[in-house]
């Protein structure tokens, strides 16, 4: 409380000041504290609105900047717990409704503003954060086109990602069971609004892209609802978890007019998620339709290739039958023609006209040099052979 002045102090102030109150500075500010406590209206939490200047965030995470207009500025700051449910990014300039209470920091001597909330002027906080979490991903190129993947042709394991509860999932999988029952359904089960849905949601999207699951295709739906029910399949989080994905992603989110950052990153888009799971499933009719003709397709071209082949092989035989006989031919003219010039140069033609051939112990006797009296030699005439006695042995003299 603060006390009256002391009577030997009045001898020092002006007579106009002699009725004054003296505080001590901790004093003076407990006092404007409690002031303001009981105050019926700076004692309850008040909304202040203002131009945003000197952002800082300390190592603790904590906010901190000043709140101004034309005539008159006021620090605040947000603490870190409060920090972290905030989905847009504070920046100078901007202007904001502070929620908060005042109070004043004794060891400063200054008053502030505490905020437990911030809603930027003239458009909602998850407005504003869906713009700037588009602004920068875009910025980044993950929503380019050049980065969408391509959807399996014939997909045969299914990932979904929504809530297990609810007609989203039932028609998802009524859908898939119509079109084709041959499919494997795997549901990763996530909460899709409020406080954690979006780290449930890029969490699964993690987890269904192990290689353990083998999955063709990822669906990710739910059904429609509010800007603010749908934004976390807009949170930073989640547009990364899809655009790193190995497996293709489908998303089904909301119904014809809503849209989401998800949406945007996905590598196909759906109104609905009925119609997510109409894009990720082929019909079996379509399927068996497509086997029968690449069947027929596969026949006909196998016919029409032996039938060409047979052609081929025809052709080839005629051709070679023909080289053949072409060959033969000419190989028996030139065994008739080698035959005659081996006759005309045959002994035994010689033998004919009257000439014998003689030979002594098989080696022909082309010398009377190689004979010798009383020795036996063989006579080859050309209708027989007769041994002969040499008698006598008359040589020519040249």
């Given amino acids: 409380m603060p006390r009256k ?3 030997q102090l009045l001898l020092s102030l002006a007579e106009s000041d002699a009725g004054a109150y003296c505080f001590t500075v901790s004093e003076l500010t407990e006092r404007l504290q409690t002031l303001i406590t009981e105050d019926d209206i700076l004692g309850n939490p008040l909304v202040v609105q203002g131009e945003v200047s000197n952002v800082k965030i300390s190592s603790r995470g904590h906010l901190y900047f000043t709140l101004k207009d034309e005539e008159a500025t006021i620090k605040a700051k ?58 920068k991903l875009e910025a980044e190129g993950l929503f380019l086109d050049e980065f969408k993947k391509p959807l399996p042709e014939f997909p045969m394991r299914l990932g979904i990602i929504t809530s297990s509860t609810g007609s989203v999932i039932h028609d998802m999988l009524r859908v898939i069971r119509n079109k084709n029952p041959l499919v ?3 549901l990763h089960p996530v909460k899709v609004q409020g406080e954690g849905a979006a ?9 269904l892209n192990h290689d353990r699951h083998a999955l063709d295709v990822l ?22 978890a899809i655009f790193a994905s190995r497996v293709p992603v489908i998303t089904g989110i909301g119904h014809e007019p809503d849209f989401s950052l998800a949406d945007a990153v996905a590598d196909h888009s759906a109104s609905t998620p ?37 052609q081929r092989f025809d052709y080839a035989t005629t051709a ?18 080698l035959s005659g010039e081996m006759e005309a140069l045959s002994p035994l033609n010689t033998l004919s006209r009257g000439y014998v051939l003689a030979t002594q112990e098989g080696v022909p006797v082309m010398s009377i040099d190689q004979l010798q009296l009383k020795t036996l030699i063989q006579l080859q005439f050309h209708d027989g052979k007769a041994t002969c006695e040499v008698q006598t042995l008359d040589q020519t003299t040249p």
């Fill in 5 to 7: 002045t002391n009577p």
């Fill in 78 to 135: 947000m603490w870190a717990s409060q920090v972290k449910l905030l989905p847009f990014d504070l920046e100078d300039g901007m202007a904001v409704y502070l929620t908060g209470h005042l109070e004043i920091y004794a060891p400063h001597g200054e008053y502030s503003l505490t905020a437990r909330k911030l809603e930027p002027v003239g458009v909602g906080s998850l407005q504003l954060a869906f713009q700037q979490i588009k602004e």
């Fill in 184 to 186: 494997h359904v795997l």
């Fill in 199 to 207: 780290q449930e949601i890029s969490a699964a999207i993690q987890e």
């Fill in 219 to 240: 669906l990710i739906a739910r059904g429609g609802g509010s800007f603010e029910d749908l934004f976390c399949f807009s949170d930073e989080s989640v547009v990364r």
């Fill in 274 to 310: 009925t119609a997510a799971a109409e894009a990720a499933v082929p019909d079996i009719e379509l399927l068996q339709q497509t086997v029968t003709y690449y069947h027929a397709t596969l026949i006909d071209s196998f016919t029409q290739q032996w039938e060409q082949a047979e």
């Fill in 320 to 337: 070679f039958l023909e080289t053949m006989q072409h060959l033969l031919k000419n190989a028996d003219q030139n065994i008739r023609r």
